[in-house]
């Protein structure tokens, strides 16, 4: 059973265009945080979102927190090229350290 | 600046043979630090937990004889791949948590390609 479903898997678009990706679970988490991993580095920590209905925005990225703390999404505004890499979702549970991750998006941006 | 390192970045050895990956966080003090194995293009698969001063944690279906970890002192945790096979070859990365802030935050190494022939 999958504990946190990330959609889209794979996500191809144009510069310039919107995209949004979610994180979806039927667990409460205690927080969740975004990473962005690029091929042969370690993920990139983005945000971590802990109260229910935050949002959080990081210049052309926003992170959303669902009220029930549940779910999440981050949408990206005018994608670029750089923002091509691996996004991931990771959350946790209570406070015994462990995250708990998605699938990952791979998004492709593309000139 | 990098919070989290890992050495090598790269190995490549026969298989049968042993090898030690270093995880060291650089800006605070890791009671507790992750090791995770990620194929590619896939998500990261938390392998075991490693505790400071104590035995580390395992996830279901990691052989903890196989996957040796260390966690000898407040910055440095390591993993031993131990007699090596193919199917051994993955993308090792750690992860530390601070002791203060939002405890359930992880910094993650660059990451560890390991390569067994």
């Known amino acids: 059973t999958q504990l946190l479903k990330q959609s889209p898997q794979f996500l191809s678009i144009q510069e310039g265009e919107n995209l949004t990706v979610y994180c979806n679970s039927s667990s409460v988490f205690s927080s969740l945080q975004w990473y962005r991993q690029e091929p042969g580095e370690g993920p990139v920590l983005l945000v971590t979102v802990v109260t229910g209905g935050e949002v959080k925005k990081l210049k052309r990225l926003t992170f959303q927190f669902g009220d029930a703390r549940k779910d999440s999404s981050l949408h990206i505004t005018a994608a670029q090229t750089g923002d091509t890499g691996l996004y991931l979702c990771?959350?946790?549970?209570?406070?015994?350290?462990?995250?708990?991750f998605g699938k990952g998006t791979l998004l492709t941006v593309n000139p | 600046g990098a919070v989290v390192s890992q050495h090598p970045s790269r190995v490549i050895c026969k298989s049968g043979t042993s090898v030690k990956i270093e995880c060291r966080s650089l800006d605070f003090q890791a009671t507790t630090m992750f090791w995770y194995r990620q194929f590619p293009k896939q998500s990261l698969m938390l392998m075991a937990t490693?505790?400071?001063?104590?035995?580390?944690?395992?996830e279901q279906g990691v052989e903890k004889d196989k996957f040796l970890i260390n966690h000898a002192s407040l910055t440095l945790s390591t993993l031993t791949v131990t007699s090596a096979h193919p199917e051994d070859s993955s993308f090792y990365i750690c992860s530390v948590t601070p002791r203060q802030g939002i405890v359930e935050t992880q910094y993650f190494g660059p990451g560890t390609r390991l390569l067994v022939l």
């Open positions: 490693s505790n400071e001063g104590s035995k580390a944690t395992y």
């Open positions: 990771a959350g946790a549970i209570g406070s015994n350290y462990k995250l708990t």
